[in-house]
């Protein structure tokens, strides 16, 4: 198993351009979630899905679209880059909360 | 909303056992959980407690206390490799219907010879 996976790795954005982060899991896990660190700061969720089809907002989703069309994928789509979007964005997936959620490598990304 | 303390550094030699406190303030807790993140990678998982008392996994422990709003995570015999930051996560049940974590910003951990 792969477990999950994002890509790109790194990324350099001007303001106001549009990008879509990619993540996809192949442990059929219903629950993923997006989350964004920046330096001496824990994790934020930007926007989480229960299941393909259901999405909801976490601490800090403006900005930020997401959607759902199968168990494997879950894509984030910044709408009009900001800088105070520079940050790491980890996706992750778990079968169920509380159980174990398992994190992608990260995505570096810079916003000029 | 829920909000939660722990130490931004904690140093220790290797061999040592060290502590790294979590306390937290929720509405509806259902359950706290920990990271441990090493420099440039991805957050792992290490602990859930849902109930009071002690969950020992090898070298790792974690504690809870859900009157004192207050866990920890115990490390025994350091070694450099748990140099890392670690994060506790609290689950919310009156916040999205539980299906949110909220991390605290993370305990690094330095463990030196």
């Known amino acids: 198993n792969a477990g999950v996976t994002q890509t790109p790795k790194f990324q350099v954005l001007k303001t106001g351009q549009s990008m879509t982060l990619q993540c996809a899991q192949d442990?059929?896990?219903?629950?993923m979630s997006w989350y964004r660190q920046d330096p001496g700061m824990g994790l934020r969720l930007i926007h989480y899905?229960?299941?393909?089809?259901?999405?909801d907002q976490g601490e800090v989703p403006n900005g930020y679209n997401v959607s759902r069309s199968t168990t494997e994928d879950f894509p984030l789509r910044l709408l009009s880059a900001a800088p105070s979007q520079t940050s790491v964005y980890f996706c992750?997936?778990?079968?169920?909360?509380?159980?174990?959620?398992?994190f992608g490598p990260g995505t570096r990304l810079t916003v000029l | 909303g829920q909000s939660l303390e722990q130490p931004s550094e904690v140093t220790a030699v290797e061999g040592a056992i060290v502590q790294i406190n979590c306390t937290y303030q929720?509405?509806?807790?259902?359950?706290l959980s920990w990271y441990q993140q090493h420099d440039g990678g991805a957050p792992t998982f290490l602990s859930y407690?849902?109930?009071?008392g002690l969950e020992e996994t090898g070298r790792f422990s974690s504690f809870l206390s859900r009157s004192d709003s207050y866990g920890y995570l115990l490390l025994q015999e350091l070694q450099m490799k748990d140099s890392a930051s670690y994060f506790c996560?609290?689950?919310?049940?009156?916040?999205?219907?539980?299906?949110?974590?909220?991390f605290g910003t993370g305990t690094q951990l330095k463990v030196e010879l």
């Open positions: 899905s229960v299941g393909a089809g259901i999405t």
């Open positions: 442990m059929n896990h219903e629950y």
């Open positions: 996560a609290v689950r919310d049940m009156l916040t999205g219907g539980g299906n949110k974590l909220t």
């Open positions: 992750a997936s778990a079968y169920t909360l509380p159980g174990e959620q398992f």
């Open positions: 929720t509405s509806g807790f259902y359950g």
């Open positions: 407690n849902a109930l009071d």
